[in-house]
């Protein structure tokens, strides 16, 4: 335990320390892993893209005993697809590397001060000379093209590490680390605050990439040996107590990692093409290092004091590693394949070659300590025969020949990446024909590299040149394919018009990808648009099941099933449809039971309604659905469209007649037929639709003749089948039959010779106003009438029951305006024009009550007439007889 938590015997200060940097390490590699859990995710989003088409349902329903009658009007559907977005670099992503890349560099340079004059005079050289190729003067902070900055932070690392390495030995780490932290905190603010670039984080990582690059690899070289180490302690830590040598063990768990590498290192150079899942890279790099956390103690330990491990040792490592997370982490955050490929060979060639040469070295030194069955691990890095020294040389020899097998690949791909950072500068900055420069420069260093080509694509869907994109999304692919470039290349080509080119690129995507939700979702859409049901409905069930977001294919195949299937089939799979918190699949959920006319009480989302009021295409579509099936039972829609079409003119008249349908059902009857007439007396593409819900309406309210007048201009069988039923429920079934014989004539059905046997069976539609009238009858209360009128305002026994009971009350205002507003769409009532006629005379209208008993005399049947003169003629003659005597 004590080799363990080593720590424990520092002093306090440096314990606190070392906590502190073990705790900057665990954040730093947290950051790693979750940069490098999706490189391309990092800077591509996946975007949806949502389409609004329209579908017929009957949501106005007239019932006729087994038959019904109903008009077709639209219903709102919402399918959606994924579209990869272009290339951003996220800001935090920087920032949190230079938070990092900061830390590691105070605890590097704390480290150096505190060696020997030599080592210390070495590394500030090379640390400087990589301060001068990060080019600080582009950032412009005291103007442009001016080196002052670079000679200020020379000047000042440069000072405070001699200062403490020349006159102040004893001072301990924690001040050291501090001192120059707080350079790099005056450097930095006086970056952010002074710098006259837009962007002065990005540009400051961007050109300072060789630096990092090289700190980076030189972590991985100094810790290629550490899991070899670890075996050694694996095999003998144990082994020793126990009387057994471990030899074995060690010689078969060493050869199982070497061919481990050596076969990676053969797929990565393509010299086997294995489908096989080895460990990633990634992995072993990482785990090196934490091994090397312990590994360099006794490495360190064995210079003799040359690098103590106490005082400089686990600073220097501890920076290297902090320092190689944290660009490791601004790697994989950038997208920048090529660099990562270039750590990735680091690794991999670096174990291999390295990892070779320390067997031999372990074996040469220590195969007789083997024998003797003593602890290994313990005596490693004092060797008897072979150098560590010349087994690293040869080692890092090693890494050179197995760089040159591959033509210097890596070396080529660093140079790409060090170009894409450039283009990622520059196009962060708007400039786009630089940025496209640098990245056509990282394409002849690595032509297949995925990032310059899909970055050169986004540039090109930018400037909206199609063709250029859809060629580098095609180059994107050769190597290193993504689900995002297929989705780009797919999009391009659906735009170009090539449907069937973007089917296979989606196909192929799908082969590359079996298990990525949004290119099974785009595939099912695909194959939607060409009403393939099946097989849309298969990848989409696919996508489902497999997408980082399931509600948007669950959405689509809502959509796909409300279009193509039966209404039998339909009620099962809605009835197995799993309810979802998101707008599109509300949408097509009101839509789905606007098809199966199921009217049931559903919550308002108030999300539908964003705070700026306009709308997106979920939202329209949620609230023209949820205004027409949920007419019946809530009155919101009614207020709040009219007010969201005046801010979204273009959807003004879509929503203006959603809004009629909440008022029609739930709220003023009279307001939604005067608005619905007069739209539909202007001649407009939508006045055939507006005349056939009107007609409808006014059958549902047994104003036939009225109903007539408004079919008689709907074209086709809706408008004659509605003609037919208003002219049967008037009365006049010769004309009825005239117009079905009509239909049959055209087209044969069944079902016409239901509805004819339906008529002339004198079938009445049911009708609330008959059971309120009955209530009204037994229990005459203002608000049974007020129900009753609301229910029905232009029946004439409603009405004429509600006016005889306001003129009892002495409320004849409101009795006049109710029977005005009935008949405005019931001018044959007689029941209508008697109250007319009563209410005229009370209001001493005398010349209006004559109106009314001419309409009752031409309207009513005689007796009818003569009961009504028996009331009128009285009270006609009380008036003359008052105005007379006054």
């Given amino acids: 335990m004590s080799d363990l938590i080593f720590w424990k015997v520092w002093s306090p200060s440096e314990r606190r320390m070392a906590v502190g940097a073990f705790l900057v390490l665990v954040l730093g590699i947290g950051f790693l892993v979750w940069q490098f859990a999706d490189p391309l995710g990092n800077v591509v989003r996946w975007n949806v893209v949502s389409e609004l088409s329209e579908t017929s349902a009957v949501v106005d329903v007239l019932q006729l005993g087994q038959w019904q009658y109903g008009v077709s009007t639209p219903t709102q559907l919402v399918t959606e697809s994924f579209m990869a977005s272009v290339m951003e670099i996220n800001a935090v992503t920087v920032y949190v590397f230079w938070a990092g890349a900061l830390i590691g560099l105070s605890l590097l340079l704390a480290a150096l001060t505190t060696m020997s004059r030599f080592w210390y005079l070495a590394g500030m050289i090379l640390f400087i000379l990589f301060l001068a190729f990060s080019r600080l003067e582009v950032l412009g902070v005291f103007g442009a093209e001016n080196r002052f900055l670079f000679l200020l932070a020379t000047v000042l690392y440069g000072g405070i590490t001699y200062y403490f390495h020349a006159f102040r030995p004893d001072l301990g780490m924690g001040i050291r680390i501090a001192g120059l932290a707080a350079v790099s905190l005056v450097l930095g603010a006086l970056v952010a605050f002074g710098s006259a670039s837009p962007v002065p984080a990005l540009t400051a990582a961007v050109y300072s990439f060789p630096f990092w690059l090289a700190v980076t690899i030189l972590f991985l070289l100094v810790s290629a040996t550490e899991i070899m180490a670890g075996l050694v302690w694996l095999s003998t830590s144990g082994q020793a107590g126990k009387g057994r040598s471990g030899l074995v063990q060690f010689i078969v768990i060493s050869v199982l990692y070497l061919l481990l590498l050596l076969l990676i290192y053969l797929q990565n150079t393509r010299q086997i093409d294995w489908n096989v899942t080895l460990i990633n890279p990634f992995y072993l790099a990482l785990a090196s290092g934490i091994l090397g956390i312990w590994g360099f103690r006794r490495r360190a330990d064995s210079t003799q004091g040359v690098l103590p491990f106490r005082s400089a040792g686990f600073w220097l490592y501890m920076g290297l590693f902090i320092s190689a997370v944290s660009f490791g982490g601004l790697t994989a955050g950038m997208a920048n394949d090529p660099v990562l490929e270039t750590l990735e060979d680091v690794t991999v060639q670096g ?63 660093a140079i790409a990446g060090y170009f894409n950072g450039l283009g990622d500068l520059h196009t962060k900055t708007e400039e786009f024909t630089l940025a496209e420069q640098y990245y056509k420069l990282a394409l002849q260093q690595e032509f297949q590299n995925h990032k310059s080509n899909y970055a050169l ?361 109710l029977v005005l507003d009935a008949l405005r769409y019931n001018e044959y009532a007689t029941e209508l024009w008697e109250q007319y006629a009563y209410l005229s005379l009370e209001q001493g209208l005398l010349g209006q009550a004559a109106e009314g008993e001419e309409k009752v005399r031409q309207y009513a049947l005689p007796a009818g007439y003569q009961r009504f003169l028996a009331r009128y003629q009285p009270m006609r003659a009380l008036i003359e007889k008052q105005r007379a005597a006054f």
């Fill in 351 to 413: 174990q291999l070659a390295m990892g070779l040469l320390f067997l031999f070295y372990i074996l040469v030194n220590f195969y007789e300590v083997f024998q003797q069955k003593l602890a290994v691990y313990k005596v490693l890095y004092k060797p008897l025969r072979f150098g560590l020294t010349q087994t690293r040389l040869f080692g890092f020899a090693g890494v050179v020949v197995l760089f040159s097998m591959q033509r210097l690949l890596p070396v080529n791909q």
């Fill in 457 to 817: 694509a986004s540039i090109a869907l930018k400037q909206g040149d199609r063709n250029a994109g859809a060629y580098y999304f095609r180059q994107a692919l050769l190597k290193n394919p993504s689900p995002q470039a297929y989705a780009g290349l797919s999009g391009i080509l659906m735009q170009e018009s090539l449907f069937f080119d973007a089917v296979y690129s989606l196909q192929e995507g799908i082969r590359r990808f079996p298990a990525n939700g949004e290119l099974l979702n785009n595939l099912g859409m695909l194959y939607s648009k060409t009403n393939v049901a099946d097989s849309a409905y298969y990848y989409l069930d696919l996508a489902k099941n497999n997408a980082i977001r399931p509600e948007i294919p669950a959405t689509n195949l809502l959509a796909i099933l409300a279009k193509s299937t039966d209404s039998g089939l339909l009620d099962s799979l809605a009835e197995a449809s799993e309810k979802r918190d998101y707008l599109s699949w509300q949408a097509n959920w009101l839509a789905v039971q606007n098809l199966r006319q199921r009217f049931s009480k559903e919550a308002f989302n108030p999300q539908a309604v964003p705070k700026d009021s306009l709308l997106s295409v979920s939202s329209l579509a949620y609230l023209l659905n949820y205004a027409t099936n949920q007419a019946r039972f809530d009155t919101l829609p009614a207020a709040l469209l009219p007010k969201l079409a005046a801010k979204n003119p273009v959807l003004s008249q879509d929503l203006s007649l959603a809004a009629l349908y909440p008022e029609f059902y739930s709220g003023s009857k009279l307001k939604a037929l005067e608005v619905l007439t007069g739209w539909a007396a202007e001649e407009g593409e939508k006045s055939d639709l507006y005349h056939k819900i009107l007609g409808h309406w006014l059958l549902q309210l047994g104003l036939y003749d009225k109903a007539i007048e408004s079919l008689s201009v709907v074209e086709g069988i809706e408008g004659t089948i509605g003609m037919a039923v208003a002219n049967a429920l008037a009365g006049k079934k010769e004309v009825a039959v005239i117009l079905l014989d009509k239909i049959q004539d055209q087209e044969k059905s069944p079902a016409l010779e239901q509805l004819k046997q339906t008529l002339f069976s004198g079938a009445k539609p049911k009708s609330v106003s008959d059971s309120l009238f009955a209530v009204l009858s037994k229990s005459p209360s203002a608000a049974n009438f007020d129900k009753a009128v609301k229910t029905n305002p232009f029946d004439a026994r409603i009405v004429a029951a509600t006016s005889e009971f306001y003129r009892g009350k002495k409320q004849v205002k409101e009795a006049y305006q």
